[in-house]
């Protein structure tokens, strides 16, 4: 039970509103790894009990392969190989294919996922648009885009990296979805000094992004060094839109600065700090 | 039929996933399941470092660790050296970046305490209570990287195993049973024609993912690889677009590929030069987040160990460290979250030191005794009430 979504957690972690962007932000030791599998997990496994919920996760993952998510989402009870076969999860793969040489990347092309063969923007934007309309074309409803570590496309592009451009594709991809999750590493060096072209289009991206998000997670470390029964910190704060629309959706934007832990089994669990 | 099933059960505590594991993997030698979660791991050659790998007594297979070191010391170079020459023992294919035949004939030999230490263990493993036999090769499992007189794992303990991870002595030179066995892919600075102008668009690292992968998809699954890759980045050895942010992590990128690719046949470690890529660069922070686990050395200035080893302190058994060492990332247990690991010493403070026979042996770092210390507290006892304990307060 404990491996299911932690309850300080839940009002976060439900479907966002139509063309919200949220933003999850990484550092070195701290990864959102656990934090994504729980949003798929609240967004996807309602579904499996009710035939009527149809809302559908394009996951394009940059650092991770598709093995690493299955078997880390079968320890919360989330079986991506069968919501693949029910055309409810799709997974563009950004991870085997990208830079390595062909002859390597070619075998064993699972069905469920695609995978980049190249960095360039244009036929990475398409080959994530294809897999969001294959999807779609399955079944109505909602998809929700998962992009995991965009900001490597912007890395390693070097001195061809194009913040605007990037920001353009990212446009358009959420032009197609309902709402968009994105994960981005925001650690220390790579926006503080911007002395390097890398960091500084990185900055210029990171900042983009969490500008135009309607709440940002940022995980990070503790600050005052390590503890046996605490892994980091989780800071929700809402974004700049979010304050003008004074509706129902203010539950889900309450600022929060909570402590997680995730343990030796894969369990997470989230309290307030003193707890 | 009751007693009989209870029986089977006893023979497979734990999760079945990991003893399944066990009898898949013991026919390839140097590779034993993790006792966390059975996955297949491998030595690095050093047994501390092994212990600090978060609980799974070794470097888990497919992934990569990144070992920064600053100033002129090589402290990373020896590890690499204990990490290849304990590939060889173990049969392993190696792969090394950037290196000539030279940097193989300078591996450390097998210690000569092996063997002796060995037979000793047989009559001592008697004495020992026989409950977790099958733990017993997995050695200081938990005990971290507080100390390694446990003894490590021997070859005695559960016959067809082996040894998992050797003792080697510095003194020696382990000699190579074969050219094959160690391949150096050179890194190619110049195109064939020496007046030929570098082309810098180039990768040099090309050539090297090129042979690795061709390695992989042409071996069996049976054979186990080990990348090696010496400061990557230093002048000396790259030319200078190599340190280009595309560059070089589109190999980063690449490896973790074929990391992932072959879960259960590549290890990679990386050393990188810290002073000329510190890390508060963001090239150095995204090499850090495309490997698995990252450790950075700092080694004490040479005249810091020079004092502490004064003479007159002979209780001291212990050698002064030469360095901290501090632990960024482990593989596995970052990327799942971190948190539960508490066999690892992420976030202590932990010393190393590198000496002949023990090779680089890391515990937690703390101060020695100060010298002519029970003086000091002798004369703050008899001035108790005095003047004297305010001198003291006001150094």
Redesign the interface.
């Known amino acids: 039970m404990a491996s299911r979504i932690p309850p300080l957690l839940e009002p976060y972690l439900s479907l966002p509103p139509e063309t919200s962007l949220i933003l999850l932000t990484s550092v070195l030791g701290a990864s959102t790894n656990w934090l994504v599998l729980r949003f798929l997990h609240s967004i996807l496994a309602p579904s499996e009990g009710n035939p009527d919920d149809d809302t559908k996760v394009v996951f394009v993952s940059f650092m991770r392969d598709l093995v690493f998510w299955k078997e880390n989402g079968r320890r919360i009870g989330l079986d991506l190989d069968k919501l693949a076969a029910r055309k409810k999860f799709a997974f563009v793969d950004g991870l085997s294919g990208l830079f390595l040489p062909k002859q390597a990347a070619d075998s064993r092309v699972a069905p469920p996922q695609t995978i980049l063969k190249s960095p360039e923007l244009q036929n990475v934007a398409s080959q994530i648009l294809g897999g969001i309309s294959q999807i779609k074309a399955a079944a109505s409803g909602k998809v929700l885009l998962v992009l995991d570590q965009l900001d490597l496309l912007l890395a390693t592009a070097g001195d061809k990296s194009d913040v605007v451009a990037l920001g353009e594709m990212l446009l358009e991809l959420r032009e197609s979805v309902h709402a968009t999750v994105m994960t981005v590493s925001a650690d220390y060096p790579l926006v503080s000094e911007q002395r390097t072209s890398l960091e500084s289009n990185h900055a210029e991206f990171l900042m983009g992004i969490a500008h135009q998000a309607d709440s940002i997670m940022s995980l990070r470390l503790l600050d005052t060094g390590t503890a046996r029964d605490v892994s980091g910190v989780i800071r929700v704060t809402q974004g700049s839109h979010a304050v003008s629309e004074s509706d129902g959706s203010s539950k889900r934007t309450e600022e929060k600065e909570v402590l997680y832990f995730v343990g030796g089994d894969g369990g997470v669990k989230v309290f307030e700090r003193g707890q | 039929m009751a007693f009989r099933k209870r029986n089977v059960g006893i023979a497979q505590p734990g999760s079945s996933p990991s003893s399944i594991e066990i009898t898949e993997k013991k026919s390839i030698p140097g590779v034993r399941p993790s006792p966390?979660d059975g996955r297949p791991t491998t030595s690095t050659g050093t047994h501390s470092l092994d212990n600090l790998l978060a609980?799974h007594a070794g470097l888990v297979l497919g992934t990569s660790l990144l070992i920064e070191e600053s100033g002129t010391t090589d402290f990373g170079g020896a590890l690499l050296r204990y990490y290849a020459a304990e590939g060889i023992l173990q049969g392993h294919q190696i792969h090394v970046f950037g290196m000539n035949e030279a940097w193989g004939r300078e591996l450390p030999g097998l210690g000569s305490a092996e063997s002796s230490r060995s037979a000793k263990k047989e009559t001592a493993a008697d004495d020992k209570m026989k409950i977790a036999w099958r733990y017993e090769r997995l050695g200081e499992f938990g005990v971290g990287a507080r100390d390694r007189t446990v003894a490590p794992p021997s070859a005695t303990s559960s016959g067809s195993a082996g040894t998992f991870c050797h003792d080697f002595d510095l003194s020696k030179r382990l000699t190579l049973p074969s050219t094959t066995q160690m391949q150096f892919v050179p890194i190619i600075t110049r195109p064939n024609l020496e007046f030929a102008t570098l082309d810098s668009n180039k990768s040099p690292f090309?050539t090297f993912?090129?042979h690795i992968?061709?390695y992989?998809?042409n071996s069996s699954s049976n054979t186990i690889h080990r990348v090696i890759i010496p400061t990557i980045l230093s002048p000396a050895l790259y030319p200078p677009h190599a340190s280009?942010?595309?560059?070089v992590?589109?190999?980063f990128?690449?490896l973790?590929?074929?990391l992932?690719?072959y879960?259960t046949q590549l290890t990679v470690i990386t050393t990188l030069p810290l002073t000329l890529y510190p890390?508060?660069?963001?090239?150095?922070?995204?090499m850090?987040?495309?490997s698995d686990g990252?450790l950075e050395l700092s080694p004490f200035p040479s005249t810091s160990v020079a004092t502490k080893s004064a003479p007159g302190v002979t209780t001291v058994q212990e050698e002064p460290p030469q360095g901290m060492l501090n632990v960024?990332?482990l593989p596995i247990f970052?990327?799942?979250?971190?948190?539960?690991?508490?066999a690892s010493g992420?976030?202590n403070d932990l010393a190393f030191t590198l000496s002949r026979r023990k090779g680089l042996v890391i515990r937690p770092f703390s101060l020695p005794p100060v010298e002519g210390d029970s003086e000091a507290q002798q004369g703050g006892l008899e001035s108790d009430h005095g003047k004297a304990t305010k001198v003291d307060i006001e150094f």
Not at chain 2, 279 to 286: E, K, M, V
Request: glycine share 18%.
């Open positions: 966390l609980g090309n993912i090129n992968a061709n992989l998809s280009r942010p595309e560059i992590l589109q190999f990128h690449a973790r590929g074929l992932r690719k879960p890390r508060s660069s963001g090239l150095t922070r995204w850090e987040l495309l990252v960024h990332r970052h990327e799942r979250g971190g948190g539960g690991g508490e992420f976030g």
